[in-house]
């Protein structure tokens, strides 16, 4: 439900830092948003993207903002803590193979 524009910049990217661009006409907007050419498949680079929005939930709740909306931080599991390296997108979904998949534009939360 969010604008397109909140992720993606349709006139490319040159990363956050200035040098090191993201993929996927991914925004430049957020600090973390630098050198994403992988956000499908390494957990790193996914976790870095959605942290541009999302709190961890050993983060410090507000410090973030999404067009006026003030973030919390999201619930506790291991893989939503900062120091954990499990992917988002595991549970999340990266799958696009039909409009029903689920991925970052339609990120249901699974058990996994
Ligand atoms: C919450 C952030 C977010 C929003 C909002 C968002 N996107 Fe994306 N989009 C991404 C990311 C991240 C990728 C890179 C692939 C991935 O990691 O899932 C992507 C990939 C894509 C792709 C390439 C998919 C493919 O099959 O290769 C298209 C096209 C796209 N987005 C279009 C849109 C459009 C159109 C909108 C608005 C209706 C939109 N996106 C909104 C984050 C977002
Ligand atoms: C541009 C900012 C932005 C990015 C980037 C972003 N999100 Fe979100 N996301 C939001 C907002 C805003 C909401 C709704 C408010 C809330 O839940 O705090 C949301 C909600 C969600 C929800 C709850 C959906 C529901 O139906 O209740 C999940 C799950 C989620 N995001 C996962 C992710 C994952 C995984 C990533 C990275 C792949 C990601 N988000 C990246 C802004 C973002
Ligand atoms: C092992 C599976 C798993 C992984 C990996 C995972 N999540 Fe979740 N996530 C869940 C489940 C299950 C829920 C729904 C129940 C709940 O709210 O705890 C959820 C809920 C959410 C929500 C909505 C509820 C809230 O607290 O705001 C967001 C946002 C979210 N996850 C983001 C992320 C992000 C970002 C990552 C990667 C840093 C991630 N998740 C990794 C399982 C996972």
């Not at 067009?67 to 696009?96: K, L």
């Amino acid at each position: 439900m969010l604008p397109c524009y909140d992720c993606h910049n349709p006139h490319g990217s040159e990363g956050s830092d200035g040098v090191r661009p993201n993929a996927f006409l991914i925004s430049d907007e957020r600090p973390e948003w630098a050198g994403l050419t992988n956000t499908l498949t390494d957990p790193a680079q996914t976790r870095r993207f959605c942290w541009g929005c999302h709190i961890p939930s050993d983060g410090i709740p507000g410090i973030k903002q999404v067009g006026g909306i003030i973030m919390n931080a999201i619930s506790v599991r291991e893989p939503h803590r900062s120091s954990s390296t499990h992917g988002c997108y595991d549970c999340h979904g990266n799958d696009y193979t039909d409009p029903e998949s689920e991925n970052v534009h339609r990120p249901r939360a699974r058990v996994g």
